[in-house]
């Protein structure tokens, strides 16, 4: 497994941009499917990007289409989350996770996490 750890979070305001970045320690991070997931108070933890680890396709939750981007340097071990155009209802803590072998989009497909960043964003 990986270890993982999120960086970027912060309190912003609608319209803004944030960038999360997941760094990855142990393993080669290039042969594993890196995925970026969020909790809100009271919710659910909910899928919100991922990348695979050979073609490197995104997939995307509808509600962050067109405005978030997720991107890999594997050199570097290292994961990204690009949110633009946050808006009030992307206020959660996001998770960075990661799987050798992604049979789906959901949180028990994932087994290594990182603790989490917060993010908040105000109207």
């Known amino acids: 497994q990986v270890q993982l750890v999120e960086s970027g979070g912060g309190s912003v305001q609608a319209g803004d941009s944030l960038r999360l970045s997941c760094s990855a320690s142990?393993?080669?991070?290039?042969?594993?499917?890196i995925a970026w997931f969020r909790q809100a108070p009271g919710k659910e933890r909910e899928f919100v990007a991922a990348?695979?680890?050979?073609?490197?396709?995104?997939n995307y939750t509808d509600s962050v289409k067109g405005r978030f981007t997720i991107s890999r340097d594997n050199a570097k071990k290292m994961g990204y989350l690009q949110m633009n155009s946050l808006k009030p209802e992307d206020t959660a803590v996001y998770y960075c996770?990661?799987?050798?072998?992604?049979?789906?989009?959901?949180?028990?497909?994932?087994?290594?996490w990182g603790q989490g960043t917060q993010v908040t964003v105000s109207s």
């Open positions: 996770a990661a799987v050798w072998d992604a049979s789906g989009w959901t949180a028990a497909a994932f087994k290594s």
């Open positions: 142990g393993r080669t991070l290039s042969v594993y499917t």
């Open positions: 990348i695979r680890a050979i073609s490197e396709t995104p």
